[in-house]
């Protein structure tokens, strides 16, 4: 439960609200609902292959440690002797039968060794699972932010497409007053044409987007037709410190506690094996000859003379040792992941407000001006035009810098596993 609560807020930044006016969904059946991040996430863990695996592998485990405690079943024998032979020994005259039940007792401690490691592999195996479920998550998060992101592209791309097309009335009053030539009207058809190519690759691409995402929560085709969700919000990252200390406590580290605890259990065990067993039989002896019967004790137990598991031990002391530098390989790795989609997440929270900030409204209060300026006859087409093109363009890089903010955000969720706490100073 402790994971489920934590990773479920993973993407927590994607606000789970319809998608605002400027980065709408795409045109879809009014009948077709919006998949939201929180369904996503919660059909991504129920239908994850990953995760099936995982406890397949925690009940294997739990089936190791049922057979670990057992005991050594006992062992019934028969044997026959003097029988079949020549003169005195022919057929079963003086036959003399053995019944004898042994009983392995296994010394050094071996069952209480093959225990432990037995609790060492469900411990494991939980802590794997923890660690896949919180990738599963963070793979569909950013998913998510992809396929908002590709929606939000396709919805400003169909807006470019019928502000240019409302261009047309006034680029044919214009040429009727003689204050353009007729060119004009197709090098403004030429730009809308142009932007509908765009918007058709963006379609595209959203659909590919859509599939993939559909693909992770366990659908063999979308049975959505839109994300919902506010790409627009975002807030500053918080310090790196804090986030790798979290990452550290993250299953992808804490697994190797159990991991340790694992192999010393293998190493007792091996240690446990060079102390050798006793087998203890009794029995019961009847001699035909004279018709007399008696009971027949036995003990048996291997000498250590040259077999001690001293490889096996060697083998057992070398896997312990190793665990430390896999620790350390993996603190590693993790410090690099952690540290690159930090800065890939500040880098993009930077972009994403700066263009916000300086950039569209600047854009915007340029493409205005110069459009009720061109209806003056104060700008030719083609400045009209080049100003269109430069908010376009503020517009999709704001887009694609909101992508990668919110794609970076679920990757850091996933790998610190927790949802992060951002500053609200962006909205």
Not at 10 to 34: Q, V
Not at 48 to 67: N, T
Not at 133 to 150: D, I, K, N, P, S
Not at 341 to 358: F, K, M, Q, V, W
């Amino acid at each position: 439960m402790f994971f489920r609560t934590r990773a479920l807020a993973l993407g927590a930044a994607i606000a789970l609200l319809p998608a605002p006016a400027t980065h709408a969904a795409p045109t879809s059946p009014p009948s077709a609902r919006a998949l939201t991040l929180s369904q996503a996430l919660s059909r991504a863990v129920a239908t994850s292959p990953g995760l099936a695996m995982a406890d397949r592998d925690i009940g294997a485990a739990g089936a190791r440690s049922l057979q670990a405690g057992v005991f050594p079943n006992p062992e019934l024998s028969a044997e026959l002797d003097n029988a079949f032979g020549s003169k005195a020994k022919r057929n079963l005259r003086s036959a003399e039968t053995t019944l004898q039940i042994s009983q392995l007792f296994e010394l050094g401690a071996k069952r209480e060794a093959r225990m432990a490691v037995a609790a060492a592999d469900i411990d494991a195996a939980r802590w794997d699972r923890a660690a896949t479920r919180l990738q599963v998550l963070a793979e569909t998060a950013e998913a998510f932010a992809r396929t908002l992101g590709a929606q939000a592209r396709v919805s400003e791309l169909d807006a470019q497409v019928d502000d240019l097309d409302r261009l047309t009335p006034l680029l044919q009053r214009r040429v009727e007053t003689g204050a353009s030539s007729s060119a004009e009207i197709a090098r403004g058809r030429l730009a809308t044409e142009t932007t509908r190519v765009e918007l058709a690759k963006a379609r595209a691409s959203f659909q590919a987007a859509r599939r993939e995402l559909s693909a992770l929560i366990g659908e063999k085709a979308p049975s959505f037709a839109s994300v919902g969700g506010d790409l627009r919000r975002i807030g500053a990252p918080p310090p790196f410190d804090s986030l790798m200390s979290r990452a550290l406590q993250t299953p992808q580290l804490t697994r190797f506690t159990a991991v340790r605890a694992q192999r010393r259990a293998l190493l007792a065990a091996a240690q446990a094996k060079a102390t050798p067993d006793v087998t203890a039989g009794v029995g019961w002896r009847h001699d035909r000859e004279d018709r007399s019967n008696a009971v027949m004790a036995s003990l048996r137990m291997p000498l250590p003379v040259f077999d001690r598991n001293q490889g096996g031990v060697i083998e057992a002391n070398e896997t312990l040792a190793r665990t430390e530098a896999e620790t350390a390989a993996a603190r590693r790795t993790l410090t690099i992941l952690v540290g690159a989609a930090y800065e890939a997440l500040r880098g993009s929270y930077d972009e994403a407000r700066l263009t916000r900030a300086n950039v569209l409204p600047v854009a915007r209060e340029a493409y205005d001006s110069i459009r009720t300026g061109y209806g003056e006859g104060r700008y030719s087409l083609l400045e009209l035009l080049d100003a269109r093109a430069a908010l376009s363009e503020a517009s999709l890089k704001e887009i694609d810098a909101l992508v990668s903010f919110h794609a970076s955000l679920a990757s850091l969720e996933g790998l610190t596993g927790s949802a992060l706490v951002l500053s609200r100073r962006d909205k």
